[in-house]
């Protein structure tokens, strides 16, 4: 099962505010990987946030390459800052929300890889070096190494795709998913998944209206 996950910092925190925090995460990243060994189908970082599409291969995959991934970005940040102990990096424990292997899985990948260019942080979505897109069109073999493949072909005019505007349901739909943490697919997948995974709770709905976040582009 494919999964979207993402954490932001605490109170919308930055996170990253010049490229060599951005790269001592994907360092992070690279050496998480060596120990605890995930496909990363997509990812793209923000200044407060960050998104991954991942594509466990066994039970408990995910959860190990989280957790060890969170505690040496925290380190990281904390020594970095001279804050070893002191006060909250991210705004709590990462989400992450199923996604349907189907049309979906490239709704979400899209969504997530033209996130700075809705953001307006660049112009064109291949632009943005922090991205798994950026790595895929301009990187070399070695920036590419650590990327997965995908459990769908990747279409031959991707970047055209990911370039293009993306509707506003889709939009809508997928940013309802990470609000309510609901997985994202058909509705009978959607009520399956959300049965095996003992997630019905995030279908029904809230009594009282919520206040509207703003979106996580």
Known sequence: MVFHVLNRGVGRMQLFRKPGVYEAFERAIEQTLETCPLR???????????????????????????????????????????????????QGRYKSFPIETDAYFYQVVRYVEANARRAKLVTAPDLWQWSSLWRREHGDRAARKWLSKWPLPQPREWLRVVSGVQPKSQLEQIRQS????????????TQRTATELDLQSTLRPRGRPRKVESPDN
């Open 40 to 90: 990363i189908c997509s990812y793209l970082l923000m200044p407060n946030h960050w998104h991954l599409v991942v594509w466990p291969e066994h039970d408990g995959e995910l959860a190990a390459f989280m957790q060890k991934l969170t505690i040496t970005h925290v380190r990281n940040w904390q020594v970095h800052r001279r804050k070893v102990g002191e006060g909250h990096v991210y």
């Open 178 to 189: 990470v609000r309510r943490g609901q997985p994202y697919g058909s509705g009978t997948w």
